[in-house]
């Protein structure tokens, strides 16, 4: 069964970091170009962060830019996100998501095929 269990959340101060972990079970991942999502309260999901399968090329949503950073260790079939510098608006649920093809629309969640279950990002003074 495939299955992706994120990881990493939690609660930090405006201006602190976390490392999400995106761990897949039940099929290989670098056969994958994997996704970060995220959705707040009463907001549609939207697209942070995008992984090629070989971790080759990386795509970030404006809002993150210069703050998060993507990647990738296929011997331990996990994507990670660094997120730095975090704000209140990042407040979110944190989800990874995978898909096999070959997508133009790296950060429409649409486009992706296995979802884990999300983990919850707070960033409160």
């Known amino acids: 069964q495939l299955q992706l269990v994120e990881s990493g959340g939690g609660l930090v101060q405006p201006g602190g970091s976390l490392r999400l972990s995106c761990a897949a079970s039940?099929?290989?991942?670098?056969?994958?170009?994997v996704g970060w999502f995220r959705q707040a309260p009463g907001k549609e999901r939207e697209g942070v962060s995008y992984i090629s399968s070989r971790g080759g090329t990386t795509n970030y949503a404006a809002s993150v830019k210069g703050r998060f950073t993507i990647s990738r260790d296929n011997a331990k079939n996990t994507v990670y996100l660094q997120m730095n510098s975090l704000k209140p608006e990042d407040t979110a649920v944190y989800y990874c998501a995978a898909v096999s093809r070959t997508t133009i629309a790296r950060l429409d969640p649409r486009q992706y095929d296995y979802w884990g279950q999300g983990t919850q990002v707070s960033v409160s003074p």
């Open positions: 039940g099929f290989t991942l670098d056969d994958y170009r």
